[in-house]
């Protein structure tokens, strides 16, 4: 898959699984120069659906798995689901530094910050931010090195492509320690794992300046798991996609 493609894992008559690129729009944005997004795409390329109907978004810069309604009545069922938190989703993320822990639990409400609009910043806020809960454990400490940073794909393909990350970001040392970090969100608020990591472990994920990450082609963020039962099922199905870092 080209770092611009988006690519469908799963297709059935009620729903599509898609893997998203990152530095691509869930859903158009305002203005001609951000209509190409994923579910543009996904309607070009399943024309006989009702949809797609977005269900849930993934961040700009994220990667990764989504599902998207191809009918009305698999829409509501399927963000109901969403809502009552009947979806298992996991991401993997690559975070500055080594963490001291193995695992744990993030509890830290978030809200939009006002003061920043319109950049898309959330801050924890433990009086007027809503509930936000994250498991998180560590996969792997490694050492990430220029040539190896420099060797992950990124999409180039939109307005902003090239903005926030350039493909030519300045690594700032040879060699880095990272950590390769598991989470779990019991919740989906927005940017909640890039809050979680930066003021909850006190580590941004690498490749998100906009939380004090290290420069990078890309967000080291990809929604690798996700599991739901479809509709009109009794059973899960999971669906998979490995990290491309």
Do not use: N
């Not at 690129?21 to 659906?49: F, N, W, Y």
């Not at 940073?149 to 040392?173: D, H, L, Q, R, Y």
Request: proline share 7%; charged share 25%; glycine share 6%.
């Amino acid at each position: 898959m080209s770092s611009s493609e988006v690519r469908i894992i799963h297709e059935s008559e009620r729903f599509v699984v898609i893997d998203k690129p990152s530095m691509m729009l869930s859903v158009p944005g305002r203005g001609e120069h951000k209509q190409d997004c994923v579910a543009t795409r996904v309607r070009a390329m399943i024309p006989r659906g009702s949809g797609p109907l977005t269900v849930h978004r993934l961040d700009y810069e994220t990667s990764g798995l989504m599902v998207f309604a191809l009918d009305e009545e698999s829409h509501r069922y399927l963000s109901r689901a969403f809502e009552e938190r009947r979806v298992r989703k996991v991401y993997l993320a690559l975070l500055a530094g080594w963490l001291k822990d193995d695992r744990g639990r993030i509890d830290l409400p978030l809200r939009a910050d006002i003061e920043q609009w319109p950049r898309p910043v959330h801050v924890v806020d433990h009086v007027h931010g809503k509930e936000a809960s994250t498991q998180w454990r560590v996969i792997m400490r490694e050492c990430l090195t220029r040539e190896k940073a420099k060797s992950i794909p990124v999409a180039s393909t939109g307005a902003e492509a090239g903005v926030a990350f350039p493909a030519g970001a300045s690594w700032p040392i040879d060699e880095m320690h990272v950590t390769r970090v598991r989470f779990d969100p019991l919740t989906g608020r927005s940017h909640q794992l890039r809050v979680h990591s930066a003021s909850g472990l006190g580590a941004a994920i690498v490749g998100d300046p906009l939380y004090g990450g290290l420069p990078a082609s890309r967000l080291m963020l990809h929604a690798s798991e996700l599991e739901f039962v479809p509709p009109d099922a009794a059973e899960p199905l999971a669906f998979a996609s490995p990290a491309p870092f």
